[in-house]
């Protein structure tokens, strides 16, 4: 069991654990997320955010197969009037293969994510995750994330 990091050329490797992760929000959210697009869609669009300068991804490799993922970001965010400039990690994505959950594979990534700044340059780590989703308010919660704000929305 190791933490990779898991380059552009290599974003294949996240399409299964994201299905995962994106069939449990078609579920429960379906009119705001789409259907799971083929491979051969998503692939590209992976690779492509992968390849950026500032995205970042993480693998928990168990036996050459990916037992879970942590997508970060690092956001540096003018002042205002209102707040001071502000360098931080963005987590976008954790997926933990179904197979692998409860074993503290989340956990672990987001402790290698923490591990991967300096906290003088990098002191936040932010995110956000569905309301629907327990499993991901434990793991942040349990990872010592604290709500800061309610995203609300309303649809037609």
Do not use: C
């Not at 692939?43 to 036996?63: F, R, S």
């Amino acid at each position: 069991m190791s933490i990779i990091e898991i380059p552009a050329a290599e974003a294949h490797r996240l399409i299964p654990l994201l299905r995962q992760v994106h069939d449990l929000h078609v579920l429960h959210q379906p009119r705001r997320f789409s259907p799971f697009p083929a491979d051969s869609e998503i692939a590209p669009w992976l690779a492509d955010w992968l390849a950026q300068p500032d995205i970042h991804a993480l693998g928990y490799e168990t036996v050459g197969k990916l037992a879970g993922y942590a997508i970060y970001e690092i956001e540096r965010r003018p002042a205002s009037p209102l707040r001071p400039a502000e360098t931080r990690a963005m987590l976008h994505h954790v997926s933990v293969d179904a197979e692998h959950r409860r074993q503290g594979i989340g956990t672990a990534l987001i402790a290698a994510i923490r591990d991967r700044l300096d906290p003088d340059d990098i002191p936040v780590i932010a995110t956000t995750y569905a309301s629907f989703n327990l499993a991901s308010a434990a793991l942040m919660a349990a990872s010592g994330f604290e709500p800061a704000v309610i995203f609300a929305e309303w649809r037609v």
